[in-house]
């Protein structure tokens, strides 16, 4: 499975941004999907989470602001990202977790800046 993320860019904090994650292969082993970021000097960290029944889960800063949303007939998941704040500003990567011992697949990362 390869996961590729578009939508990236620079922004004003209020602004809004899209993200989008194609994922491509075997996508049939894809169930929960999901939006991580890391910001320079910080540690990855879960923005949101979305199950194969489309329960959602967002970490706290981000509540109210960003949804995560998938369409499974065109194996995309999206971002949409609102009120944007320049804490915001990372790199975002999509990903999907694999029972172990497989390799999580991650995607090669889409940076997001939010200037003030």
């Known amino acids: 499975v390869q996961l590729v993320e578009s939508g990236g860019g620079l922004v004003q904090a209020g602004g809004s941004l899209r993200l989008s994650c194609v994922a491509s292969?075997?996508?049939?082993?894809?169930?929960?999907m999901a939006w991580y970021r890391q910001a320079p000097g910080k540690q990855r960290e879960l923005v949101a989470k979305?199950?194969?029944?489309?329960?959602?889960n967002y970490a706290d800063s981000v509540k109210g602001r960003f949804t995560i949303s998938r369409d499974k007939a065109k194996n995309t998941l999206y971002l949409q990202m609102n009120s944007l704040k320049p804490e915001d500003t990372a790199v975002y990567y999509c990903?999907?977790?694999?029972?172990?011992?497989?390799?999580?697949?991650w995607g090669q990362g889409t940076q997001v800046t939010v200037s003030s």
């Open positions: 990903h999907s977790p694999r029972a172990p011992p497989e390799t999580d697949y």
């Open positions: 979305i199950s194969s029944g489309d329960t959602t």
């Open positions: 292969g075997s996508t049939f082993s894809i169930n929960t």
